[in-house]
């Protein structure tokens, strides 16, 4: 059984920064999806379980970076220049599919319950 676990949501002003983490019970690709009220979860990044690559939405490409350490099986997002439209529940996920960038939600079988961020303007 994976498991996984975000942290490290709040509330903050617009143009700050914030870091997500996820802790993973064993080592996988691993993909960051948000989600605002009224909207579908939308993907975010993806690292491969090596960390080694890395694969961003066009709308957090340059302002977010994922990153892993595989000493604690931890994922992090790091977000930067934060807007108020990044408001949203976010999730870490975990699949085993074979494509390792892969942005379909269908692909991933394992989700950590979110944790809220709020940016506010």
């Known amino acids: 059984q994976v498991e996984l676990v975000e942290s490290g949501g709040g509330l903050v002003q617009a143009g700050d920064s914030l870091r997500l983490s996820c802790a993973a019970s064993g080592r996988y690709d691993i993909g960051w999806f948000r989600r605002d009220p009224g909207k579908e979860r939308e993907f975010v990044a993806v690292?491969?379980?090596?960390?080694?690559?890395?694969y961003y939405a066009e709308s957090v490409k340059g302002r977010f970076t994922i990153s892993r350490d595989n000493a604690t099986n931890t994922v992090y997002l790091q977000m930067d220049s934060l807007k108020p439209e990044d408001t949203a529940v976010y999730y870490c996920?975990?699949?085993?599919?074979?494509?390792?960038?892969?942005?379909?939600?269908?692909?991933?079988?394992?989700w950590g319950p979110g944790t809220q961020v709020t940016v506010s303007s």
């Open positions: 996920a975990a699949h085993t599919a074979t494509f390792w960038a892969t942005t379909r939600l269908r692909d991933y079988d394992y």
């Open positions: 690292i491969s379980w090596s960390g080694d690559s890395t």
